[in-house]
């Protein structure tokens, strides 16, 4: 008989379902609502809210709206996308993450400060809420991916570091510990831990998860940066892990002699996809006999 689990610990983070909830109680009472960017990464997700109501658009199409009200989702704005919306008219319904836009106004404050130093974001370029962080600098924010662009810095020059909320504690620990090493003269360094615990929390958890099972499914929307880093944890500890984006990804030739399964995702799925995944394997096992 298959055992099939489902990690209690995986799902929708605090921010991602606070958007969600924001977007449901609003096309209860409205027949629309639109949607700067996908409301999570998760298609599946998107498409049930958008036979709901919710139209998603992007940067460019706010020049053509007017007299509407508009989602934020979790990862936050930069303050020109306010900006726009006041001149259109455009009424806001802001779900920023409240980790995010702490965040954001720690970056701002710092910003303002005006001196010389250098502020850095350890983050992935062009990911919505790098973007939104980056916006409280007016531009001016430098950010980093990875050790080679630690190495870009310019080391004679005061360094604040910050992190984008989604990173791994790991790989911040790895730039903080470079820079360190790396100041010259009298150029300060100081580091702010600004990463979402809730989600970093969630990396040792999985690999725990995974290691209890013969086969992990990870259910995840191909655009999820969580997603990857969560799912490459469970590749780590068990080889026998395959990312699906929804039942119809399963392919039931990786079950020859697996016993038990398990099943986890990322912080944009939801759970009620990951039961539907397990509803598939229990009726195709069921129908084999």
């Excluded at 629309?32 to 599946?44: A, Q, T």
């Excluded at 049930?48 to 989602?71: A, E, I, S, W």
């Excluded at 209890?212 to 490459?232: A, E, M, P, Q, T």
């Amino acid at each position: 008989m298959l055992k099939i689990e489902i990690d209690s610990g995986s799902g929708f983070c605090f921010g991602v379902t606070t958007a969600i909830q924001k977007a449901e109680e609003e096309l209860a009472s409205s027949s629309s609502l639109y949607c700067l960017g996908d409301i999570v990464h998760n298609g599946k997700e998107c498409e049930r809210l958008k036979q709901m109501g919710l139209v998603t658009v992007d940067h460019k199409d706010l020049d053509t709206l007017n007299d509407c009200k508009l989602l934020l989702r979790a990862h936050g704005e930069p303050p020109s996308t306010y900006e726009k919306a006041s001149e259109r008219n455009i009424q806001i319904i802001d779900a920023t993450c409240p980790v995010v836009l702490n965040l954001q106004k720690r970056i701002k404050k710092d910003y303002d400060c005006g001196d010389n130093r250098q502020i850095v974001i350890y983050g992935k370029n062009g990911h919505a809420e790098v973007v939104g962080l980056v916006g409280q600098t007016n531009g001016t924010a430098i950010v980093i991916e990875n050790l080679d662009d630690a190495k870009k810095l310019d080391f004679n020059r005061d360094i604040n570091l910050y992190s984008q909320t989604t990173k791994s504690l790991e790989g911040f620990g790895e730039i903080v510990s470079y820079i360190s090493k790396s100041m010259i003269g009298d150029a300060k360094f100081n580091y702010f831990d600004t990463i979402c615990r809730q989600v970093a929390n969630r990396m040792p958890n999985i690999k725990a998860f995974a290691e209890r099972h013969d086969l992990i499914l990870f259910v995840c929307g191909k655009k999820s940066s969580n997603g990857k880093v969560l799912f490459n944890e469970c590749k780590k500890v068990n080889p026998q892990s395959y990312m699906v984006d929804n039942p119809e990804d399963i392919d039931y030739s990786w079950f020859e002699g697996i016993e038990s399964v398990g099943i986890c995702g990322a912080t944009s799925t939801p759970k009620w996809l990951m039961e539907e995944c397990k509803d598939a394997i229990t009726r195709h096992f069921e129908q084999k006999g």
